[in-house]
């Protein structure tokens, strides 16, 4: 027997952060899953725990870290626990952070306390830093972002066999839920250099995945899903590679013809499975795959 890939750590560590600057309060809002590799085959050929730091022990990291660092954005944190583990332990060689970030907006009464926030219904910001003691790979993303255009968008010409029902259309509703990863070209070398601003980067990167949804006159939902990854390519010199997961949230035209109705692309049906799932990943020339295949294991 030969003891393969091993790691392991403190999963969905829920750690929120407020900063009291006066009367107006700041928030962050994390889930941080741990995970941790090195030499460990002791503790699982022979049950020795030498070498292990306890789970416990980095969830109390993740909350210390905290105060002490405090939370600029969630790459920043994922970078700080991420360099103290593999510096801090012989053992440890390699460290991977995930985050995901969970937004509250201030709700705007007036007055000066301004203490009050809403969590707000959109997407889930999400983040990976992996350290090896020398390399680092930094993955932003974010995941149930749902978008919908109600028009500029068919599809027909497709392949048809003895199965094939599904009717053309010249005019649809094109809606899904975006999963995105995008990975920067900084690897801890000193060219290229890091996002400045990894919140600037973030809100970017999105801003250009919703501008090419909203600019496609879409023929397919992958020629729609390849725009969107080409432009925060083309767009933001700093990532390298973006891989996009796009459930189709399927609208069907509703049969109104029992009740003497004529649906002209006005009332449809919600389907929320099966669904169609779209997924690639589109990457900067020359820049070799980094991101994990497995989108839902963020």
């Not at 980067?201 to 020629?223: D, I, K, P, W």
């Amino acid at each position: 027997m030969i003891l393969g890939q091993n790691q392991y750590g403190k999963a969905e560590n829920r750690v929120v952060r407020v900063v009291r600057d006066g009367a107006t309060h700041h928030i962050k809002d994390l889930s941080v899953s741990v995970s941790l590799s090195g030499d460990m085959e002791d503790v699982h050929l022979s049950g020795s725990n030498a070498n292990v730091l306890t789970t416990d022990t980095t969830k109390n990291t993740v909350f210390a870290f905290a105060k002490e660092h405090g939370i600029a954005s969630a790459e920043q944190f994922g970078i700080h626990l991420a360099r103290h583990f593999v510096t801090s332990q012989e053992s440890i060689r390699s460290a991977r952070i995930r985050i995901e970030e969970y937004a509250w907006e201030r709700i705007g009464v007036p007055g000066p306390q301004q203490h009050s926030f809403v969590r707000t219904n959109q997407e889930t910001r999400t983040a990976q830093i992996t350290f090896d003691g020398g390399a680092w790979q930094i993955v932003s993303g974010l995941k149930d972002l749902v978008v919908l255009n109600s028009t500029d968008s068919e599809f027909h010409g497709y392949v048809k066999d003895r199965y094939t029902t599904l009717p053309e259309t010249r005019d649809r509703v094109l809606a899904t839920q975006v999963h995105a990863r995008w990975r920067h070209a900084w690897t801890g070398d000193a060219a290229p250099e890091p996002p400045g601003d990894w919140d600037r980067s973030y809100r970017q990167a999105r801003e250009h995945l919703l501008a090419a949804f909203a600019g496609t006159y879409s023929l397919s939902l992958q020629q729609t899903l390849y725009q969107m990854g080409s432009r925060v390519i083309d767009h933001c010199p700093g990532i390298d590679e973006i891989r996009l997961s796009l459930p189709n949230k399927h609208h069907f035209l509703a049969d109104l013809t029992p009740f003497g109705l004529k649906n002209d692309n006005e009332v449809y049906y919600a389907a929320d499975r099966p669904y169609g799932l779209i997924e690639a990943t589109i990457l900067r020339d020359g820049a070799e795959p980094g991101i994990p295949v497995d989108m839902t294991n963020l």
